[in-house]
């Protein structure tokens, strides 16, 4: 059988290199020239507890990892009990045989292969098990053996060629391995030429978008799961000749990023739900004190330390709301690891040209997945831009002049004849602190009226198919857009009238382009990974229509199975008279 | 520090056309008068000076100066200054504060400045109390002082903010007295051209709500320092720290690697190098090998 999409998913403990021998594999497969989309889920502790890589390629550009596994490798009892249900019934499951007892009444094909067994006596050395397993994989695709040995020999460098010469020994062994492989009924159909494609994750692509809008400066506390954006930056923030620093606390990392954006220097941090939670009151003083800022929240299950590995996109509400007094912010959410790059930098244009905060809600499948992307285009590139004082333009500089626009000409530390003092008290046009109502409420409608200028030149949500008369349209933000997609998709081939949105400006809210939507399709459904349904709520908040909820709030990201079902539901003819239309 | 001074200084230059709103006889006047002098001794360029406060009765300072000012949240001034000081080490960066805004709400970031060692100057106007929000006890508050917080007395030690600072990591230790506005001038001149983390706690009576550590307490309690003690000598540091008498001075004052010359030292680049570092990045992650 020959497949245009293949789903190959490991599972085993946690700490003995699942995760990382299966990037090295995903990367390999990439190299082959497949489109890659990766999934992965581990454990809090660093050793111990189940850990599962999901890598599916394609010869197409894919928007889910996929539900239905075509090969799964378990490397203990956990791995395969708790993972052949998702296998499709032509699928295969190989398995350590030393480690795995498969039940007599299994009905899907499976093999298992005694990986320590050989890493021991034909290489004599029992570590490199997981090369073994990887060399058993790579005989389901020709040509990759190639590009693993390459990557061997580039992740074992530093430990010298007697260890290389041994894993590349553990991957020949793999590769020999005999069994009854059905390696001819699991076939991939060859990749199409290439054009100019990356693999890297979500963080990856968001650091990389923070370098190219302009970003000079980063504070960040440590936090799963969006201490890799850090790591990126600390390395290569300096050699654009930027600063990046680990600080005490995510209260401190907000307010120092305040504080160089301030200064002039366009700023960052990021963090996760309770990283946000404890920088509420600064992103307050942001928008009050019209500073711009950048904050990334890489979402993870909540509340308080919930899951710390597990999905959710539970912090809408935080991200909108999450200040005291009459505070906004812009929020983003990028969809895939591509858009991960052009949402980052287009935080950095609005945080700048609007003088306020922007947070960027990403979530840990998109922040720690990798997947194939197009190489982003640097001349679609534009920098972030202030609108800055020109020394002397003005007698006496106002710094929260009343403006049309509402933004007025930020002057920075160094510049003579700009003397202002940044301040969350309420202020005069000038800075100096006032109480009185006229000055509050002028303010306060400057400040606001930023908001409005962005919301009218939001470019329009993108959507999926033709809403007007639809039986079904889906709207969703962030990394649900994916197996909406692709639910959708799947949908429209069986004969079902669906479209889909998605929004990927949350605040402020593209009011118009969402009520024209609602009012082509007879069902509209909210797809959100969070109990509260929190988008639906906006929603109705802000266009006065019930909308119906799909919500996904155990920790897994949604399956395409799961959007199709409830598209299918609402498409049959029982439920034609609708509350809705 | 790497001011140019562009005329003789005076006091006057420094000062904002906005007038103090502390009670009469706050020890707040004496300590803005001793900051007037020292930018003035210093000949401080005021368009490259930032002053950076919290919440407080201490924290309006930077209104009342005549240079670009960041006036932070809450216990936030420390990060405030730094990301300031990090992103543009060309800037003079004083902070000023109380000491709940300091020593309580903010203390960690006290701790960590200290350890950090930026090139900023941190002044804790202390008067162990909460004097904007009308009299409750602050960490520098005395043992069993009664305040409308703490009814029958507080129940808690004070913190020791020098010894504190010595054993954070703060290079330049030193305490002066809102009444002796020349020697606290010199304290504050010294802590600005000193290189590193530089904090001085200055005792700035409260007559309004501390009726305890009142201007006469402190002429009793206080007495300069030995002229003998070796201010780079760390235990002696400590040792009058911790001593029963209250000394004022330099308590230490040494010379160690600051964090911004650091985050300079590594930078091997420059926004002109940007397009070329994406590409070497992208190429990095192209997917074909």
Same mark, same amino acid.
């Given at each position: 059988?020959?497949?245009?999409?293949?789903?190959?998913?490991?599972?085993?403990?946690?700490?003995?290199?699942?995760?990382?021998?299966?990037?090295?594999?995903?990367?390999?497969?990439?190299?082959? !020239?497949?489109?890659?989309?990766?999934?992965?889920?581990?454990?809090?502790?660093?050793?111990?507890?189940?850990?599962?890589?999901?890598?599916?390629?394609?010869?197409?550009?894919?928007?889910?990892?996929?539900?239905?596994?075509?090969?799964?490798?378990?490397?203990?009892?956990?791995?395969?009990?708790?993972?052949?249900?998702?296998?499709?019934?032509?699928?295969?499951?190989?398995?350590?045989?030393?480690?795995?007892?498969?039940?007599?009444?299994?009905?899907?094909?499976?093999?298992?292969?005694?990986?320590?067994?050989?890493?021991?006596?034909?290489?004599?050395?029992?570590?490199?098990?997981?090369?073994?397993?990887?060399?058993?994989?790579?005989?389901?695709?020709?040509?990759?053996?190639?590009?693993?040995?390459?990557?061997?020999?580039?992740?074992?460098?530093?430990?010298?060629?007697?260890?290389?010469?041994?894993?590349?020994?553990?991957?020949?062994?793999?590769?020999?391995?005999?069994?009854?492989?059905?390696?001819?009924?699991?076939?991939?159909?060859?990749?199409?030429?290439?054009?100019?494609?990356?693999?890297?994750?979500?963080?990856?692509?968001?650091?990389? !978008?923070?370098?190219?809008?302009?970003?000079?400066?980063?504070?960040?506390?440590?936090?799963?799961?969006?201490?890799?954006?850090?790591?990126?930056?600390?390395?290569?923030?300096?050699? /654009? !000749?930027?600063?990046?620093?680990?600080?005490?606390?995510?209260?401190?990392?907000?307010?120092?990023?305040?504080?160089?954006?301030?200064?002039? /220097?366009?700023?960052?941090?990021?963090?996760?739900?309770?990283?946000?939670?404890?920088?509420?009151?600064?992103?307050?003083?942001?928008?009050?004190?019209?500073?711009?800022?950048?904050?990334?929240?890489?979402?993870?299950? !909540?509340?308080?330390?919930?899951?710390?590995?597990?999905?959710?996109?539970?912090?809408?509400?935080?991200?909108?709301?999450?200040?005291?007094?009459?505070?906004?912010?812009?929020?983003?959410?990028?969809?895939?690891?591509?858009?991960?790059?052009?949402?980052?930098?287009?935080?950095?244009?609005?945080?700048?040209?609007?003088?306020?905060?922007?947070?960027?809600?990403?979530?840990?499948?998109?922040?720690?997945?990798?997947?194939?992307?197009?190489?982003?285009?640097?001349?679609?590139?534009?920098?972030?831009?202030?609108?800055?004082?020109?020394?002397?333009?003005?007698?006496?500089?106002?710094?929260?002049?009343?403006?049309?626009?509402?933004?007025?000409?930020?002057?920075?530390?160094?510049?003579?004849?700009?003397?202002?003092?940044?301040?969350?008290?309420?202020?005069?046009?000038?800075?100096?602190?006032?109480?009185?109502?006229?000055?509050?409420?002028?303010?306060?409608?400057?400040?606001?009226?930023?908001?409005?200028?962005?919301?009218?030149?939001?470019?329009?949500?993108?959507?999926?198919?033709?809403?007007?008369?639809?039986?079904?349209?889906?709207?969703?933000?962030?990394?649900?857009?994916?197996?909406?997609?692709?639910?959708?998709?799947?949908?429209?081939?069986?004969?079902?009238?669906?479209?889909?949105?998605?929004?990927?400006?949350?605040?402020?809210?593209?009011?118009?382009?969402?009520?024209?939507?609602?009012?082509?399709?007879?069902?509209?459904?909210?797809?959100?990974?969070?109990?509260?349904?929190?988008?639906?709520?906006?929603?109705?908040?802000?266009?006065?229509?019930?909308?119906?909820?799909?919500?996904?709030?155990?920790?897994?990201?949604?399956?395409?199975?799961?959007?199709?079902?409830?598209?299918?539901?609402?498409?049959?003819?029982?439920?034609?008279?609708?509350?809705?239309? | 520090?790497?001011?140019?001074?562009?005329?003789?200084?005076?006091?006057?230059?420094?000062?904002?056309?906005?007038?103090?709103?502390?009670?009469?006889?706050?020890?707040?006047?004496?300590?803005?008068?001793?900051?007037?002098?020292?930018?003035?001794?210093?000949?401080?360029?005021?368009?490259?000076?930032?002053?950076?406060?919290?919440?407080?009765?201490?924290?309006?300072?930077?209104?009342?100066?005549?240079?670009?000012?960041?006036?932070?949240?809450?216990?936030?001034?420390?990060?405030?200054?730094?990301?300031?000081?990090?992103?543009?080490?060309?800037?003079?960066?004083?902070?000023?504060?109380?000491?709940?805004?300091?020593?309580?709400?903010?203390?960690?970031?006290?701790?960590?400045?200290?350890?950090?060692?930026?090139?900023?100057?941190?002044?804790?106007?202390?008067?162990?109390?909460?004097?904007?929000?009308?009299?409750?006890?602050?960490?520098?508050?005395?043992?069993?002082?009664?305040?409308?917080?703490?009814?029958?007395?507080?129940?808690?030690?004070?913190?020791?903010?020098?010894?504190?600072?010595?054993?954070?990591?703060?290079?330049?230790?030193?305490?002066?007295?809102?009444?002796?506005?020349?020697?606290?001038?010199?304290?504050?001149?010294?802590?600005?051209?000193?290189?590193?983390?530089?904090?001085?706690?200055?005792?700035?009576?409260?007559?309004?709500?501390?009726?305890?550590?009142?201007?006469?307490?402190?002429?009793?309690?206080?007495?300069?320092?030995?002229?003998?003690?070796?201010?780079?000598?760390?235990?002696?540091?400590?040792?009058?720290?911790?001593?029963?008498?209250?000394?004022?001075?330099?308590?230490?004052?040494?010379?160690?690697?600051?964090?911004?010359?650091?985050?300079?030292?590594?930078?091997?680049?420059?926004?002109?190098?940007?397009?070329?570092?994406?590409?070497?990045?992208?190429?990095?992650?192209?997917?074909?090998?």
């Amino acid at each position: 059988m020959t497949k245009t999409s293949f789903i190959l998913r490991i599972a085993g403990e946690s700490g003995e290199g699942v995760i990382s021998s299966s990037e090295t594999f995903s990367r390999a497969l990439a190299k082959l !020239g497949y489109w890659l989309f990766t999934y992965r889920t581990f454990p809090a502790e660093i050793k111990g507890g189940p850990a599962l890589f999901q890598m599916r390629v394609a010869s197409e550009r894919l928007s889910t990892q996929g539900d239905r596994l075509d090969l799964l490798l378990a490397y203990n009892q956990h791995g395969f009990d708790h993972n052949v249900e998702d296998l499709a019934p032509s699928g295969l499951v190989v398995y350590d045989s030393e480690a795995v007892t498969v039940p007599s009444n299994f009905e899907i094909q499976a093999v298992g292969v005694p990986f320590s067994q050989i890493a021991k006596e034909e290489v004599n050395f029992p570590l490199a098990k997981n090369v073994v397993a990887l060399g058993v994989l790579a005989q389901f695709f020709p040509g990759v053996n190639a590009f693993l040995e390459q990557a061997i020999e580039k992740q074992f460098k530093r430990k010298g060629e007697v260890i290389i010469g041994k894993n590349q020994a553990a991957l020949r062994a793999g590769l020999r391995f005999g069994g009854d492989l059905p390696t001819q009924i699991l076939r991939l159909a060859s990749p199409k030429a290439q054009p100019s494609r990356l693999v890297l994750s979500g963080n990856q692509m968001i650091a990389l !978008g923070a370098i190219a809008a302009g970003c000079r400066a980063y504070f960040g506390y440590p936090i799963t799961p969006a201490t890799d954006i850090m790591e990126f930056l600390a390395a290569e923030l300096p050699k /654009v !000749g930027g600063v990046c620093q680990q600080v005490e606390d995510e209260i401190s990392a907000v307010m120092m990023a305040v504080g160089a954006s301030y200064a002039g /220097v366009p700023a960052m941090t990021a963090t996760s739900g309770p990283g946000l939670s404890l920088m509420g009151e600064t992103l307050g003083y942001a928008w009050g004190a019209e500073i711009p800022l950048v904050v990334v929240d890489s979402m993870r299950a !909540g509340p308080s330390t919930g899951m710390p590995t597990k999905m959710e996109q539970s912090d809408l509400n935080l991200a909108l709301h999450g200040s005291h007094g009459d505070a906004a912010r812009v929020v983003i959410a990028p969809t895939d690891v591509e858009d991960c790059f052009w949402q980052t930098v287009r935080a950095f244009q609005l945080a700048e040209a609007y003088q306020l905060p922007v947070i960027l809600l990403a979530d840990i499948t998109l922040s720690h997945r990798t997947e194939s992307v197009i190489r982003p285009d640097l001349s679609q590139v534009t920098p972030a831009a202030r609108l800055s004082y020109a020394t002397g333009s003005e007698k006496p500089y106002l710094r929260y002049a009343l403006t049309r626009s509402g933004v007025s000409p930020m002057a920075i530390p160094g510049q003579a004849g700009a003397h202002y003092v940044a301040s969350g008290l309420e202020h005069t046009p000038s800075d100096s602190p006032c109480y009185t109502p006229e000055n509050h409420e002028a303010q306060t409608e400057k400040r606001f009226r930023k908001l409005e200028q962005i919301r009218a030149a939001l470019p329009a949500p993108e959507i999926l198919g033709n809403p007007e008369r639809a039986d079904v349209g889906l709207l969703t933000w962030g990394t649900a857009w994916g197996p909406v997609q692709e639910a959708v998709k799947l949908a429209q081939a069986r004969g079902h009238s669906v479209s889909a949105m998605v929004l990927r400006t949350l605040n402020p809210f593209p009011t118009e382009a969402v009520q024209d939507y609602l009012r082509g399709v007879r069902w509209a459904i909210a797809v959100e990974g969070n109990f509260q349904g929190q988008f639906a709520q906006l929603i109705q908040a802000y266009t006065y229509r019930e909308v119906d909820k799909l919500r996904a709030y155990g920790g897994v990201p949604f399956s395409v199975q799961q959007i199709l079902e409830t598209i299918q539901a609402h498409c049959q003819p029982t439920l034609s008279v609708s509350r809705c239309s | 520090m790497t001011t140019t001074p562009l005329r003789p200084s005076t006091c006057d230059q420094y000062k904002s056309q906005v007038k103090p709103t502390w009670c009469p006889g706050c020890g707040d006047f004496g300590v803005l008068k001793s900051v007037y002098a020292a930018f003035a001794q210093l000949e401080l360029d005021p368009d490259n000076l930032v002053a950076v406060s919290g919440i407080g009765c201490s924290g309006r300072l930077p209104f009342f100066i005549d240079a670009y000012g960041f006036h932070a949240l809450h216990g936030r001034a420390l990060p405030a200054a730094t990301g300031i000081k990090l992103a543009r080490p060309d800037l003079d960066v004083i902070v000023l504060g109380g000491d709940g805004d300091g020593l309580a709400i903010g203390a960690g970031h006290f701790v960590n400045a200290c350890r950090r060692n930026l090139d900023i100057t941190y002044i804790i106007l202390n008067n162990s109390i909460y004097g904007l929000t009308k009299g409750q006890a602050s960490p520098t508050s005395s043992w069993s002082m009664s305040t409308k917080t703490a009814p029958h007395g507080s129940s808690e030690q004070p913190v020791n903010p020098i010894a504190l600072a010595l054993v954070c990591g703060a290079t330049f230790v030193a305490r002066g007295f809102s009444s002796q506005n020349k020697q606290l001038a010199e304290l504050i001149a010294q802590a600005m051209a000193h290189k590193g983390f530089a904090f001085i706690e200055v005792f700035s009576p409260c007559p309004t709500f501390n009726k305890f550590n009142t201007y006469e307490y402190y002429r009793n309690e206080i007495q300069p320092l030995p002229e003998a003690h070796d201010s780079h000598n760390l235990p002696d540091a400590l040792r009058y720290a911790f001593a029963p008498e209250t000394y004022l001075g330099v308590f230490y004052n040494s010379d160690q690697a600051m964090l911004n010359e650091h985050t300079e030292r590594i930078k091997t680049g420059t926004s002109a190098d940007l397009e070329t570092r994406l590409n070497a990045l992208f190429d990095s992650f192209a997917a074909a090998s």
